[in-house]
């Protein structure tokens, strides 16, 4: 656990002016891509962040970097699969801010492959980070987020969610599973929560990586070089939701490349 030495002193809360300055703001899946581009620009904008990955030698980077930069960050390694892990970061959230106002969840994976392949133990991690790791998120803090009466749901979907393309049914069925999910969470959340769900197209990140088949891979990497827009596109995306006035609930927001289909 890491904590910058530079601390914002800013109260303000969720629901009560719009903005993020001084809102205190849980990102998963923080180590890199969009994660890490959502943590930089929200410290930048004054928001006090509590990350969490499973690489923690990155995340302890960025919390170096975004103290150097005057910012506030805590840091817990953090695996989505396992609940008590998301329990955790909300409580240190807790524990050195005081709140949660905004969980974003944003850990995801990405093992594309047709289903001829049958990588089954793959389909499972998919869904276990993917749509598992999501509800585990809203586990930990829709408790606290009642209790404090206000708080921000931000979940990090795709437009695979929309868009079913050759191998990748089992990924764009968890990202279907997370925009129904929640949308179920918006409908039940009531006058003080808020629920937003970002569906990025193509992101210039690591994601073709995880593929197992070569030529999946290649076909994403291709792609990818060709169209892709940076991860900071998202990041804006998140700080547009996040800095709205108290009624007002940013639900859905599309980001993809011009040059994508």
């Known amino acids: 656990m890491s904590v910058s030495t ?3 002193t800013s109260t303000s809360a969720p629901g009560t002016a719009p903005g993020i300055e001084g809102k205190v703001v849980a990102i998963t899946g923080a180590s890199s891509g969009i994660g890490e581009a959502t943590a930089l620009l929200l410290a930048a904008r004054g928001a006090r962040l509590v ?14 970097r975004i103290g150097e930069a005057g910012g506030s960050a805590v840091h817990a390694r953090t695996d989505v699969t396992r609940p008590q892990d998301l329990h955790a970061l909300v409580a240190l959230a807790r524990e050195r801010f005081g709140r949660l106002d905004v969980l974003v969840s944003n850990a995801g994976v990405g093992a594309i492959s047709p289903l001829d392949d049958l990588r089954v133990e793959e389909w499972d991690r998919m869904v276990d980070v993917n749509l598992k790791g999501v509800l585990h998120g809203i586990g930990a803090a829709l408790p606290v987020f009642r209790a404090q009466g206000a708080g921000h749901f931000v979940t990090t979907s795709s437009t695979a969610a929309d868009r079913v393309l050759p191998a990748m049914s089992v990924y764009a069925g968890t990202k279907l599973a997370v925009r129904a999910v929640c949308e179920g969470l918006r409908q039940e959340a009531g006058d003080h929560l808020r ?31 060709r169209i892709a827009i940076p991860p900071e596109a998202i990041a804006r995306a998140i700080a547009f939701a996040v800095e709205q006035p108290a009624e007002v609930d940013v639900n859905e927001i599309v980001v993809r490349p011009t040059a994508q289909a």
Do not use: C, K, Y
């Open 195 to 225: 629920v937003t769900t970002v569906f990025p197209g193509m992101i210039g990140t690591d994601f073709a990586e995880a593929s197992p088949n070569a030529q999946v891979r290649a076909r994403i990497v291709e792609a990818r070089d």
């Open 6 to 8: 530079s601390p914002h």
């Open 51 to 64: 990350l969490g990955a499973r690489r923690t030698e990155r995340l302890e980077r960025l919390v170096a």
